[in-house]
């Protein structure tokens, strides 16, 4: 049975100690479209403490599917494994512990998700996206969290601090919005999301 009051206390924590997670709204955004989707696999690229992937599993089709997710930071992946482990849900999570940027590239083609949800380094973006239409199947959903970059990809910023991954971030919209291979959406709520159908 599900622990939603575990659920809670990894949510509380995170946001104690200043960790991004998933607001509330882009959480039920994703989670309906997991509803309707119904996946067996999922990718997810940045997992922070598994506090997303938890939530994902609840919709996850069948006895054997799965989730994976990406996290370079090892102190994360930790509390990741142990919030997970608390969960009962080692065996649908697996956590990997590498750089997204490298690890992705090195998965083979037949890695077929039905879902890929981007949530990672903003200035990684577009690959990410790269990699996330090879590795996707066709009528796969790619979700990414976070585009809008706290009103700055929408605006005319241009300061040198976040201007490498506000660019990035803009040219990833453009993206999908031109690619053929690709009906998107832009969903200002929570930080902006990107909902992506891949068709190949």
């Known amino acids: 049975m599900f622990n939603n009051e575990l659920l809670n206390s990894i949510k509380e924590e995170a946001l104690k100690n200043h960790v991004p997670i998933l ?16 996946p067996n696999k999922i990718l997810e690229i940045g997992t922070a403490v598994g506090y997303s992937a938890i939530n994902f599993s609840k919709y996850l089709a069948f006895e054997n599917a799965k989730i994976t997710t990406i996290e370079r930071n090892e102190n994360m992946v930790e509390i990741a ?39 990672a380094a903003k200035g990684q973006y577009l690959i990410f996206l790269k990699e996330a239409i090879r590795l996707v199947k066709n ?7 976070n585009v809008l970059f706290k ?25 999908i919005k031109e690619d053929e291979r690709l009906d998107s ?3 200002k709520i ?11």
């Open 185 to 187: 959406t832009l969903l």
């Open 151 to 175: 009103g700055r990809v929408l605006s005319d910023y241009n300061e040198h601090k976040h201007r490498t991954a506000t660019n990035r971030l803009r040219e990833y919209l453009k993206i």
């Open 190 to 200: 929570g930080d902006g999301v990107a909902v992506s159908i891949v068709k190949k």
């Open 23 to 38: 607001q509330d709204e882009t959480l039920d955004l994703i989670l309906m479209l997991l509803n309707i989707k119904k």
């Open 139 to 145: 009528g796969g959903i790619i979700i990414a969290d």
């Open 81 to 119: 494994k142990k919030n997970i482990s608390d969960m009962g849900l080692s065996e649908k999570i697996e956590v990997v512990q590498a750089d997204a940027v490298y690890y992705l590239q090195e998965l083979k083609d037949d890695s077929q998700y039905d879902v890929v949800f981007i949530d």
